[in-house]
T-cell receptor, first 115, second 111 residues
């Protein structure tokens, strides 16, 4: 069964450093999402992406964040200068083009620890 | 704005007990409703969904019915197992396809 994959599973970085989190969505999906979950808190929407541009973004997704689809398979989230409060689990998700299909399929997540 | 409210956890039950995890929502339109499950150390998996009023989603013995009159989508299972121990998230999607999440309810099943 096709699945969303994410790398790395765990990233430790120092405050102020740049990180890139990688996702490979399901191959025939065209909508992509990033969510984050700070430990013990609810999952929060960051950004949605379609047709090589951002569809929507939340207040969390400020100028420190960017997303890219550098090739036909990867979907990346970059944090330019990490802060301690960026420590969280980051989930990538994808869904089909069909507007009748609401299901988003999630990857296993990347745990980002900023020290 | 749209929101989802779940009962606080943890919920601790014995094996074979009946489970209910309450979920209510606030939405301006007609959302689709979901339950996701997160097993320890794993990602988010879709458990079940319902896309319109009175729909019942079901999977792995879990059920939830979309109740528009009470704006609820309570998760139920008749007989839980130790392997059901996980965090359960209620969520909704409206027309913008952005998932709005509840806080999650940790379920602990004791043998």
């Amino acid at each position: 069964e096709p699945e969303v994959t994410q790398t790395p599973s765990h990233q430790v970085t120092q405050m102020g450093q740049e990180v890139i989190l990688r996702c490979v969505p399901i191959s025939n999906h065209l909508y992509f999402y990033w969510y984050r979950q700070i430990l013990g808190q609810k999952v929060e929407f960051l950004v949605s992406f379609y047709n090589n541009e951002i569809s929507e973004k939340s207040e969390i997704f400020d100028d420190q964040f960017s997303v890219e689809r550098p090739d036909g398979s990867n979907f990346t989230l970059k944090i330019r200068s990490t802060k301690l409060e960026d420590s969280a689990m980051y989930f990538c998700a994808s869904r089909e083009l069909d507007s009748r299909v609401y299901e988003q399929y999630f990857g296993p997540g990347t745990r980002l620890t900023v020290t | 704005g749209n929101s989802v409210t779940q009962m606080e956890g943890p919920v601790t039950l014995s094996e074979e007990a009946f489970l209910t995890i309450n979920c209510t929502y606030t939405a301006t339109g007609y959302p689709s409703l979901f339950w996701y499950v997160q097993y320890p150390g794993e990602g988010l998996q879709l458990l079940l969904k319902a896309t319109k009023a009175d729909d019942k989603g079901s999977n792995k013995g879990f059920e939830a019915t979309y109740r528009k009159e009470t704006t609820s989508f309570h998760l139920e299972k008749g007989s839980v197992q130790v392997s059901d121990s996980a965090v359960y998230f209620c969520a909704l999607i409206e027309s913008n396809y952005q998932l709005i999440w509840g806080a999650g309810t940790k379920l602990i099943i004791k043998p």
